[in-house]
C-alpha cells in the first residue's frame, strides 16, 4: 500500500509550458503593424485637418472681407452724414433768414395799414 501513496503523490510526467519560453518569429516587420482600419482613421484624421484648416482661413478672409467693406461703407456714410448735416444747417438758416424777413414785411404792413 506504501507504493500506491507514493506514486498518487508525484506527478505521472512533468509539463512544460511552451508559452514561457521565448519563441521569436523571423520578421523584419515591425511588432506592431497598422491595419487597414487604422490607417484609414489616420488617413481621415489628417484630411479632416486639413479641410478645417481651409475653412478656417476662408472665414477669416471673409471676416477680413467684410471688416474692409464695414470701414470703406462706414467711411463714405459718415461723410454723407456730415454733408447732410451741413445741408440741413443751411436749409435752416435759410429758413431763419426768410422768416425774419416775413416778420419784418409783416411789421411793415401792418403799420401802413393802421
Known sequence: M???ITRSLRPAYSTVNRSLIGIR???TSPWYSKGPIDVTKETLKKVDRTVSNAAVK???KGEKATEAI???VGSKSD???REAEEVAGQAR???GEMASE???KAG???SQAK
Open 58 to 60: 476662408g472665414i477669416e
Open 79 to 81: 461723410r454723407a452724414a
Open 25 to 27: 518569429a523571423f520578421s
Open 108 to 110: 411793415d404792413m401792418a
Open 70 to 72: 464695414k470701414r470703406t
Open 2 to 4: 506504501s507504493s500506491t
Open 102 to 104: 416775413a416778420k419784418e
Open 93 to 95: 438758416q435759410k429758413t
